[in-house]
């Protein structure tokens, strides 16, 4: 498929999507939220595909929404049009999704981010929610997960000052899954990648289907949820294939059923 503001790529089981706006740091307009829609959605309906990184360049994963963009919006276009709303069909794929960050990962750029099942992050990383800074504050799920991801005091400075969190205060507060050096992180997200989508595709996804559920749900409702679809999971021949597997002593052939 051929796009204007993305590139995508196969990797063996592996789904990549680059952002590629170089000229705007990756900032994300309409077009490129239309693009990675289309670009979730192949990965997705493509059975082959067991797992999905999403990256930027060296110097930006994304610097937010686009600013040239949104400083012709209006208060009834934003309302009428739901703006944003589209980036609710990006956090609610169900493959996993990794994100590989290096550079800015600002404003939108952040929540992107964290729509992503984790990020893993390059050493130059450089996290933020300047939002604050241009008269609004996070609308694309920010001030909600971050606040979930490193609590509310560091949540409350970040988006009240607009500070930028570097790599390592992100991993040492829980907004990353991992730092690498960053001539490494492409090769580290794909390598983790690989492991994911080695795995049985349908447990994987009900894996994250069930870590997702602690957001919203009580922990005796979340408990109750995991153990529902722990059961479910004795009905797959993964489930058989990966007991017998470990018995026999050799490694398992998932065939994601
Ligand atoms: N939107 C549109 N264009 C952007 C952009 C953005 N978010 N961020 C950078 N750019 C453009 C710049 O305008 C510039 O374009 P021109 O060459 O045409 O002027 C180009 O990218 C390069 O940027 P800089 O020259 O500013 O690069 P720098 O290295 O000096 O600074 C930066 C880098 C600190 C990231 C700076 O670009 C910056 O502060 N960007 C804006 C960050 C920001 O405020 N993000 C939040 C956006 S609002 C949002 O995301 C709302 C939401 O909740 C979803």
């Given at each position: 498929m051929a796009f204007e503001t993305i590139l995508t790529e196969t990797r063996g089981k592996v789904g990549l999507i680059t952002l590629n706006r170089p000229q705007a740091l990756n900032a994300l307009n309409s077009a490129l939220l239309g693009e990675v829609n289309q670009a979730l959605d192949a990965f997705e309906a493509?059975?082959?595909?067991?797992c999905i990184v999403i990256t930027g360049s060296e110097k930006a994963f994304a610097a937010g929404a686009d600013i040239k963009e949104m400083s012709e919006l209006n208060y009834p276009h934003t309302y009428m049009a739901d703006?944003?709303?589209?980036?609710e069909k990006v956090s609610g794929r169900r493959k996993p999704m990794i994100a590989a960050v290096a550079g800015f990962a600002l404003g939108g750029g952040c929540e992107f981010a964290m729509m992503c099942d984790f990020i893993i992050a390059a050493d130059n990383a450089k996290f933020g929610q300047p939002e604050i800074k241009l008269g609004v504050m996070p609308g694309m799920g920010g001030t909600q997960r971050l606040t979930r991801l490193i609590g509310r005091a560091k949540a409350m400075e970040m988006c009240l000052t607009g500070r930028m969190m570097g790599a390592e205060e992100a991993e040492r507060s829980g907004l990353v899954a991992r730092v690498v050096p960053a001539a490494d992180l492409l090769n580290e997200a794909l390598k983790t990648a690989d492991t994911i989508a080695s795995m049985s595709l349908p447990i994987a996804m009900m894996t994250k289907e069930t870590i997702n559920r602690a957001d919203e749900v009580t922990l005796s409702e979340g408990i109750r949820f995991e153990r529902r679809l722990f059961h479910a999971m004795f009905a797959t021949a993964d489930q058989k294939e990966g007991m017998a597997a470990f018995v026999g002593k050799r490694p398992p052939e998932f065939k994601n059923g």
């Open positions: 493509d059975a082959n595909i067991g703006f944003f709303s589209g980036w």
